[in-house]
């Protein structure tokens, strides 16, 4: 409980900042539609949001140890804020491309912060619970965010208001703790080439983890209205798929210790392809079997980010560990950002259906490959152990290597 006590001012910022971001992604897709944004421009704004992510990973860092970490969470939440804010003021594409990286830039500005300064308070004794705490606040953030959908009517002022003042509440958990902030440690240097030595198959399962997870979110809400969704309906759907992805977290995160994790990922992507296929049907058999269909995916293909980064730290070395997570942070973005421009052409030119095929084709390449390294090279007898790894910023990968005991 102490620890838990300790944490709740970071905590409870983590909790409103992914309401306010987060609520932005789908109320941005769903304001363009309404305004008259092509499928292409939609897509852009989410390419925009995972280009702001990655320079708010790289930045955060060198700022924190320019200014501090109160100074530089203060500044990446007022960025933030002030791009949501100007939405309704300049209502064109390009503009708002702008402030989704400004926007992206600011949340991973901020989970940079928050994740440093709970590695430098969490023990061995009690990382385990810090960090079971911080996946389910990252998590009922994110469910929180698609909810809120629901309530807030696209394209009008009041509803970007209300994420910002949202935004603006996160500052005051961070800037009022009396905890004292942490010594600034160095920035991980980025490697991408380390993610494809350490496992070529943990490297492209990242990638098509990036284009999965980003095609459905950024794009998501123009597969619900092209199926005749209402607002408040897209909100359930996105959520389902949140919720779907929490659920599995366990179940899978045991047949990835017990099982060759190769074939586990291997399963999870003949599983995704199934729930493309399901994806692309249930529009025929009424709104609770599209739910359904969003659950299943989501369960499906969330874990793949995690499982996949697993098996990539089972041939790395200890001192090897952060620089891998932020490489395979690199790598999703890569999907990330290219995903959601071809999700919405696709759907534009061909359909609803075809981005699930666009899915479909990458889990399937995933699949080929997959095969192919299981003949290339042995499973590892010392692994380490499975868990959740939240996209968040290149410290995550601190915060989930243990302390080594003195």
Known sequence: ??????????????????????????????S????????????????AHFLGFFIGCWWAPRLMGDVGHSRAFAAFTAAGTISILAHMMLVDPWAWTLMRVISGMAIAG????????????????????????YRVVDV??????????????????????????????????????????????????????LAWQRSPLGAAGVVVSGITGAAFRMVGPLYGLAVGLSADRIALFLSAYVLGGALAQLPVGYLADKYDRRY???????????????????????????????????????????ISTAHAHDFAAQDERVELSAAHMFLYALGAIASPVIASALITGFGPGAMFGFIALAHLMLILFGLLRIRARAAPEDRTRYVYAPRTSFIIGRLLRRKPER
């Open 140 to 193: 009922s953030g994110s469910f929180g965010a698609q909810l809120l959908i629901a309530f807030l009517e696209p394209a009008v002022y009041l509803s970007y208001n209300l994420l910002a003042l949202i935004a603006c509440a996160a500052l005051f958990p961070v800037l009022l703790t009396k905890s004292a902030a942490p010594a600034t440690g160095t920035a991980p240097r980025l490697r991408p080439k």
């Open 1 to 30: 409980m102490r620890v838990l006590i300790s944490f709740a001012a970071l905590f409870s910022s983590v909790l409103m900042l992914q309401l306010a971001f987060g609520g932005v992604v789908p109320l941005d897709a769903l």
């Open 32 to 47: 363009g539609a309404l305004l008259g944004f092509t499928g292409a421009q939609i897509g852009l704004l989410g390419s």
């Open 264 to 306: 586990v990922l291997i399963a999870l992507s003949a599983a995704a392809m199934l729930g493309c296929a399901g994806m692309a049907m249930a529009t025929q058999g009424g709104v609770t079997l599209l739910f359904l269909a969003a659950g299943f995916f989501g369960a499906t293909t969330f874990p793949i980010y995690s």
């Open 110 to 133: 901020c989970y940079t912060i928050i994740e440093a300064w709970v590695q430098s308070r969490v023990t061995n004794k009690t990382r385990g619970r810090a960090m079971g705490v």
